[in-house]
């Protein structure tokens, strides 16, 4: 059973354009959530964070929004550009177990159109 | 430069032939884990290592070992590889740093390895 759930395989946006990638979990322990980025033949990168404490964080382009009442996070990136186009993963933190241990969603593929 | 190096990032070995692959990370970190990457699961944690001699099982712990006798390695073992192992392993250590007024427990990854047993 997924505890992160990212259930869009993949997204497509127009350079310029708001890209929203959403995540859903269903561990009301998560307390951190994390959004990584992948490029082919790379590891992931660590992109954005947030804790439950909060219901928002931003950083240059990207967003990220927490809604805990509906277990539901997204990331948005504005403007979407080229090199923004890579497999994001969110990830979600439980306060039990190990402190740094992640749990990850399946992904969604961005593709940015120039 | 501070990095997550893994060795081999390619291999093909057939089923039962005992391997290793090796992770090195340069940046003092305690914590380290290792992942699989599989089409449609995301990333699966299979072991973690809060720090030297000290490890313990993540999500998908069967048919690997693990071992962490120097802080800055942590070899993932196959002692039997199968078939179902075919997978992209992904190695990570962890900064916890403060971030804008919250803790960060980002992880560092590195380049992966694709692993494929015949």
């Known amino acids: 059973d997924q505890q992160v759930k990212q259930n869009s395989p993949s997204l497509s946006v127009q350079e310029g354009r708001i890209s929203i990638l959403n995540c859903d979990y269903t561990?009301?322990?998560?307390?951190?959530f994390l959004w990584y980025k992948k490029y082919p033949a790379e590891g992931p990168t660590f992109l954005i964070s947030?804790?439950?404490?909060?219901d928002k964080n931003e950083d240059g382009r990207f967003t990220v929004f927490l809604n805990k009442s509906a277990k539901h996070l997204s990331l948005h990136i504005v403007p979407s550009q080229p090199g923004d186009s890579a497999v994001y993963f969110c990830?979600?933190?439980?306060?039990?177990?190990?402190?740094?241990?992640?749990?990850f969603g399946s992904g969604t593929q961005l593709t940015v159109l120039p | 430069e501070a990095q997550v190096t893994q060795n081999p990032r390619y291999l093909i070995t057939v089923t039962g032939k005992k391997l290793t692959v090796t992770c090195s990370q340069n940046?003092?970190?305690?914590?380290m884990s290792w992942y699989r990457q599989d089409p449609g699961l995301g990333l699966r944690q299979i072991y973690y290592?809060?720090?030297?001699?000290?490890?313990d099982k993540g999500d998908v712990p069967e048919g690997y070992k693990v071992s962490r006798k120097e802080k800055r390695n942590f070899p993932l073992i196959l002692e039997s590889p199968s078939p179902n192992q075919t997978s992209l392993y992904f190695c990570?250590?962890?900064?916890?740093?403060?971030?804008?007024?919250?803790?960060?427990?980002?992880?560092?990854f590195g380049p992966g390895t694709r692993l494929t047993v015949t």
């Open positions: 990570a250590s962890s900064l916890s740093k403060y971030w804008r007024g919250t803790v960060a427990y980002e992880q560092y």
């Open positions: 561990n009301s322990m998560f307390d951190y």
């Open positions: 947030i804790s439950s404490i909060k």
């Open positions: 990830a979600a933190r439980g306060i039990s177990g190990s402190a740094r241990q992640l749990t």
């Open positions: 940046m003092n970190h305690e914590y």
């Open positions: 290592s809060m720090n030297v001699e000290v490890t």
